[in-house]
Structure formats: structure tokens, C-alpha cells
């Protein structure tokens, strides 16, 4: 069964460093999201996007994190300048289509430490 | 605004029934979700319901909805040690963009511990 894969599964990085989570979407998917869970809160939607720009941005989603979809494969989510407060846990996930009827798959998460 | 809510933690022993029960604020939703996270693994979609139905059963589970109360639950029979994990309630709704995209919305997980 297809799936959504993410790399690395723990990152370790240090405060002002510039992170890239990496993400391999379904392969016939066109949608695209990242969310992220802090410890002990609730998943949260950061970014989507569709046809190689953002669709819709939260208010998290602010001026030092970016999205890129860089070949035809990876989907990848950077952290300019990381924070403390950017520990968490990130999701990547994919989608055929748009809209309640289409299931969004979830990868595994990469654990991001920011020390 | 939205916001769901879920308790956190929910202790059974194996044979038993369990039920996850969640809260939500928007009626404007169209579907609710059931998402089921094992350790080590990303988000899994269980089950969903849509926002015109009362309940849905699909094997061993069952997800009742009550709109009026906007209180949604799911119902696990017979529980087993392999249904240990995280369970996320969600609800989708519509951006204020109008553009026609969606938003998941999650709960902060009802983490099931089956006893043997």
C-alpha cells in the first residue's frame, strides 16, 4: 500500500540553526500539507499546498518557515532560524484531491529537538 | 472559531468495550474524522462520519454522532492489546479564503491503553 515517508525520524538541532524536514508524498497525490504537534498540545495545520505554491497558510506559518516541492518527488518544509518553541513533532501528509471527501495520509513525523 | 476537545488518557482490559467520546465547536462541519496513531507511526484515518448521520458502524467500530449536543464518540468492541494507541478526533471545515480548500482541525488525542 502506498505511503507517505518522512526523513529524518528524529532531528536534533541547535537554536538559530536552518532545518529542512523532508517529505515523500503518495505518488499520484497533488496536495500537499505539514502540520505539527507540540508535546502535550493538539495537531496543528501550518501550510497546504497545490500546483507548486502555498494554498493556504495558519497564522504559525510566519516569514522564517517555506515549503518547496524541489523535483518531482519530495516535498520539503524549512525552519530558517529555529526556536525553542519550534520542538515538535512535524507531519507531513498528501492528498488526491482537495476537500472532506479525500483522505489526507499521514506520514510517520519527524521529531524535531531544538536545543 | 473551531476547537475539538478529548480526554487525554483511557484504560481498558482486553474484551472490553472502549469508547472515546470528543467535543466539538463548529456545526458548519460536513465530516468528522477518527484518526488512529501507533507508535512510531504517522496519523491513520480509522474511521469517519458524515455530519447527516447518527452513526456509523464498520466491524468492530461504531462512531455516533449527536449534532445537537455536537458530541462525537467512538465505540471499540471487544478491545484488543493491538488497538493500544493514540486516537485523534478531527473535523474539517472550509477556509475563510472561500477558495475552496479544507482544514483539518485535531483533538489532542485520546491515548487507549489496553490492559491484558
Known amino acids: 500500500e502506498p505511503e507517505v515517508t518522512q526523513t529524518p525520524s528524529h532531528q536534533v538541532t541547535q537554536m538559530g540553526q536552518e532545518v529542512i524536514l523532508r517529505c515523500v508524498p503518495i505518488?499520484?497525490?497533488?496536495?500537499f500539507y505539514w502540520y505539527r504537534q507540540i508535546l502535550g498540545q493538539k495537531v496543528e495545520f501550518l501550510v497546504s499546498?497545490?500546483?507548486?505554491?502555498?494554498?493556504?497558510k495558519s497564522e504559525i506559518f510566519d516569514d522564517q518557515f517555506s515549503v518547496e516541492r524541489p523535483d518531482g518527488s519530495n516535498f520539503t518544509l524549512k525552519i530558517r532560524s529555529t526556536k525553542l518553541e519550534d520542538s515538535a513533532m512535524y507531519f507531513c501528509?498528501?492528498?488526491?484531491?482537495?476537500?472532506?471527501?479525500?483522505?489526507?495520509?499521514f506520514g510517520p513525523g519527524t521529531r524535531l529537538t531544538v536545543t | 472559531g473551531e476547537d475539538v476537545e478529548q480526554s487525554l488518557f483511557l484504560s481498558v482490559r482486553e474484551g472490553d468495550s472502549s469508547v472515546i467520546n470528543c467535543t466539538y465547536t463548529?456545526?458548519?462541519?460536513?465530516?468528522l474524522y477518527w484518526y488512529k496513531q501507533e507508535p512510531g507511526a504517522g496519523l491513520q484515518l480509522l474511521t469517519y462520519?458524515?455530519?447527516?448521520?447518527d452513526m456509523k458502524q464498520d466491524q468492530r467500530l461504531t462512531v455516533l454522532l449527536n449534532k445537537k449536543d455536537k458530541h462525537l464518540s467512538l465505540r471499540i468492541a471487544d478491545t484488543q492489546t493491538g488497538d493500544s494507541a493514540i486516537y485523534f478526533c478531527a473535523e474539517i471545515l472550509p477556509f475563510n479564503s472561500g477558495a475552496g480548500s479544507y482544514q483539518l482541525t485535531f483533538g489532542k488525542g485520546t491515548k487507549l491503553s489496553v490492559i491484558p
Open positions: 463548529d456545526s458548519s462541519s460536513t465530516y
Open positions: 462520519i458524515f455530519s447527516n448521520m
Open positions: 505518488s499520484n497525490h497533488l496536495y
Open positions: 501528509a498528501s492528498s488526491a484531491s482537495r476537500g472532506p471527501r479525500y483522505e489526507q495520509y
Open positions: 499546498f497545490y500546483n507548486n505554491e502555498i494554498s493556504e
